[in-house]
């Protein structure tokens, strides 16, 4: 007995080693992860104190009315709030089938505590998830910039810490939304896939029906990225039938989740929902004309669709311009705030298009495109950037051509941003026998980092601690 427990002890410790140890830290890596876990808390604090009085009412209250409309952040969603307060599910789980099914336990725990506490975890439990993926969405992008750039130490840090100076990864890694969770899925597929491209090895069936499982179940367009991934480590061999078979079963997996929920949670709550505006109806009449302004503004600020009655096709956009949603929106607000209506949402008050007060914003913005443009043409022969830029050309012709999410595109930065660093990474090393060169590099790369994070830091904190 004691022989067949020790060995299925074995077998387990085996088994976590062999599937968990990418979250294994070295001793540098600790250093990542101390900052990155300090600087995330700090943020995530602060969040949670603007909100605190009202997001951790738990008891006798209307919770779509406490969160809804009310986070203040540029449009990110408060929904996961909602959900791990009462179950009532608004994010589309077409789009995120898997988020729900991540939230389910917190959702029983905090249900728990809420009954015993009267006071509600829901913005807590959201901060915990955020810290844990961003500190290790910062492990994985300096573990890249290491090992499979061959940077130094310092280097390393310096582009991990650029990365995440940039406003809309930094507002990713605070907001109770999903977008710090696909950061970090993006962060280790890249370095997984980067690693068995750099030792000339391909992946497993599972390996990869797995990454993509998790990666498309978060946001299903990220799915995609996995599958590009896969052409890369893999080649042809990647349309072999066990990898067309595990993405198949995946995708039937995710959609029967999103099937699942929809009876099981979704359309009860269309009935509910459906039931109280009718009673409130019968009570007022005119309940519901404080929304027509509202909805006004969001016909006049969201483009024209393809077919408004289509899935998919209804979150086109047709219209909005292109070449001020670059200037202003994919590479201004992505990597720059605006200040003048700092952090509103494009679907309540923000106008489309910002502009920034100071002639300095829009030069850092240059510099960041020639950085892009320059460490990409330096890296033209790298695998892992061509793969990282593969990602972030679907994520162009998602936004820009096919005009999803394109009047509030930067609310998307974290999803391909990280091609910038990988870019400047590749910068360095083609200047890495030119020891002038290098260091004028460095310069150049720290005086951007500390300009990103006293410009963007600062609003931020200022913004927040003001009670915004």
Not at 40 to 49: A, E, K, M, Q, S
Not at 160 to 166: E, I, K, N, R, V
Not at 254 to 276: E, W
Request: aromatic share 16%; with cysteine; charged share 15%.
């Amino acid at each position: 007995m004691a022989t067949s427990f020790g060995s299925f002890f074995q077998r387990t410790g085996a088994f976590f080693r062999r599937n968990f140890s990418l979250l294994r830290l070295d001793r540098e890596e600790r250093w990542v992860a101390a900052v990155g876990l300090i600087v995330f808390v700090f943020f995530n604090g602060l969040l949670i104190y603007n909100h605190y009085d009202s997001f951790t009412k738990g008891s006798h209250v209307g919770f779509w009315g406490i969160f809804f409309g009310h986070l203040d952040m540029s449009g990110y969603d408060d929904f996961s709030c909602i959900a791990l307060s009462c179950l009532r599910i608004h994010f589309s789980t077409l789009r995120h089938p898997f988020y729900m099914i991540l939230l389910f336990p917190f959702y029983w725990l905090n249900q728990w505590l809420m009954h015993l506490t009267g006071f509600n975890f829901a913005i807590f439990f959201t901060s915990l998830i955020n810290v844990f993926c961003a500190t290790y969405a910062a492990v994985f992008l300096f573990r890249t910039m290491r090992r499979l750039t061959c940077l130094t130490h310092g280097e390393a840090m310096l582009l991990t810490a650029m990365f995440f100076g940039f406003a809309h990864v930094l507002v990713a890694t605070m907001v109770p939304d999903h977008f710090c969770i696909s950061l970090f899925l993006l962060m280790l597929t890249l370095y997984y896939v980067g690693d068995k491209m750099r030792l000339g090895r391909q992946l497993t069936w599972l390996r990869a029906g797995l990454l993509f499982f998790f990666t498309a179940g978060m946001t299903l367009s990220n799915g995609v990225k996995t599958g590009i991934a896969l052409l890369f480590a893999n080649g042809r061999k990647a349309f072999g039938w066990r990898y067309v078979a595990v993405f198949a079963a995946s995708v039937a997996v995710l959609g029967g989740l999103n099937v699942m929920l929809d009876r099981l949670i979704i359309q009860d709550q269309k009935r509910d929902i459906s039931h109280i505006e009718q009673v409130q109806k019968k009570k007022n009449p005119n309940v519901g004309d404080q929304f027509k302004a509202h909805d006004e503004w969001v016909k006049q600020h969201n483009g024209q669709a393809i077919a408004k009655d289509m899935p998919l096709l209804e979150w086109s956009d047709m219209t909005t311009p292109r070449l001020r949603s670059v200037t202003d929106n994919v590479f201004g607000e992505s990597f720059q705030l605006h200040r003048d209506h700092l952090l509103e949402d494009v679907q309540f008050s923000r106008p489309i298009f910002v502009s920034y007060r100071w002639t300095v914003s829009y030069i850092v913005e240059v510099l960041i495109v020639l950085l892009l443009v320059v460490g990409a043409w330096c890296g033209r022969r790298e695998k892992l950037l061509l793969m990282a830029l593969s990602w972030a050309a679907f994520d162009m012709v998602m936004h820009i051509g096919f005009g999803f999410g394109l009047n509030e595109v930067y609310i998307m930065t974290a999803h391909w941003a990280f091609i910038v660093p990988l870019s400047a990474a590749c910068l360095l090393r083609s200047v890495s026998a030119r020891r002038r060169l290098r260091r004028a590099s460095v310069v150049f790369l720290s005086l951007l980092t500390l300009w990103l994070w006293a410009y963007n830091g600062s609003i931020i904190v200022d913004y927040l601690a003001a009670g915004n």
